[in-house]
Every structure is written in C-alpha cells, then in structure tokens.
C-alpha cells in the first residue's frame, strides 16, 4: 500500500460525458501527479499540482483539467469523453516539488468510455 | 520531447534465469528509475540512480546509470514467478519541465516455474 489513494477504482461511462476522478496523496506528500497509462502511449505525464497550485504541464488535453485542493487532495475531470480516452488514470504524490523526490502511485483509476 | 526506449518489449523466461533490460534516451538523464508494476497495481520504485556510472542494487536487482548518461540498465538474477509484471525506466524532465517523469514503453516479465 503506496499510501495513495484513488477513487473510483473502476468507471464506465459513455461518450460525451464527464467524470471526476479522486486523488488522496500519502500524508504530508504536497505534490501531486496525474498520469494517464493506455497499451499504446505507455505512461503519460498529464499534470503536478504543489501544493494547490499547477507546477508543471504535459500531454494533457484541453477537454482535461485537474486541481489540487486546501487539504490536498486533487480531483482530474475529464470532459466530452472519447472512446479513446478509455485508460488507467494514476495519481501519484510526493513530499517535494521536485521529480528527484520520490513518487508514489496509486493503484489508478480504470476509465471505460463506451 | 525526451524520449525513453526500453528493450526488450518483452521476455518469457523460466524460474531460475537471469534478466537483463535496458533504456536508451536521446538525451542526458541525471537520474535514472526502475520501477515495477504489478497487474492492478500502480508503479512502485524499485531502484534510483543518481550518478553516472553508479550500481545499486536492491536484493536480486542490480542497476547501473550509464557514463554516457543516456542509458541504464536493470539485471534481476535467479528470477522468481513474482517478478513477473512489467517493469519501466523512468527519468525526470522533459518537455522543459523537471517536475515531470517520462517513462519507457515498459518490458513486459513473464516467469516461467
């Protein structure tokens, strides 16, 4: 147990729609990662949230967005579904600012869009 | 951006067997990671190198940070049937970003008992 926490661990949902997943980092960990896993990109790096506040970008769409909230946690909306948006969603966090920290996943949240 | 290859995609191998796997960049690293998933699991970081040419090893898993820079490896020896899962390198940076980790396509285990 990374001591990350996601929620839901499963979705499936149709085209067009949009969900909301949830991210709980390990205690006192202040960042944040959104990455996003499917058979043919491998890992993506989505986004880094540090403590509340947006610290790095990448390949993340404009139909995506992310937060990171007063207690920490961090919610990824991902809006106007695609068929091709059907993948693992992890969240990771770490103490630091810096990837140099260690990070720690989650056990991800699989999205189904059909 | 940076990119990561890892090789090889995959390997099925019998119990008791030596492994190698390696990543190549087109660029510098100045840290390099393994980690290891396991079906249904998120990645969980086996092993960090933060020095050019340095070995570290973590029980059965030895790793090295290339002089170059640009590429690692990872050896596991006397494999088990729970080393199976699928194993990434991963460094920091990219896309002018070092908050970030790029990660490999993966090596795919699978161990044979």
């Known amino acids: 147990d990374s001591g990350v926490t996601q929620t839901p661990k499963h979705l499936i949902t149709a085209t067009g729609q949009r969900v909301t997943l949830r991210c709980s980092p390990r205690?006192?960990?202040?960042?944040v990662y959104w990455y996003q896993q499917s058979l043919d990109q491998g890992l993506q790096f989505l986004i880094q949230y540090y403590n509340g506040e947006e610290r790095a970008k990448g390949n993340i769409l404009e139909r995506f967005s992310a937060q990171q909230f007063p207690d920490l946690h961090s919610e990824l909306n991902l809006s106007s579904l695609e068929l091709g948006d059907s993948a693992l969603y992890f969240c990771a966090s770490s103490v630091g600012i810096s990837s140099g920290n260690t990070i720690y996943f989650g056990e991800g949240s699989w999205l189904t869009v059909v | 951006g940076q990119q990561l290859n890892q090789s090889p995609q995959s390997m099925f191998i019998q119990e008791g067997e030596d492994v190698s796997m390696n990543c190549t960049s087109s660029s510098i690293f100045n840290t390099w990671l393994w980690y290891k998933q396991d079906p249904g699991e998120g990645p969980v970081l086996l092993i960090a190198l933060y020095k050019a040419g340095e070995l570290t090893s973590n029980g059965r898993l030895t790793a090295q940070f290339g002089i170059t820079r640009k590429d690692s490896f990872l050896n596991i020896s006397a494999s088990i049937p729970s080393d199976v899962g699928i194993y990434f390198c991963?460094?920091?940076?990219?896309?002018?970003?070092?908050?970030?980790?790029?990660f490999g396509k993966g090596t795919l285990l699978t161990v044979n008992p």
């Open positions: 205690s006192g960990d202040l960042s």
């Open positions: 991963a460094g920091p940076g990219g896309g002018g970003s070092n908050y970030k980790l790029t």
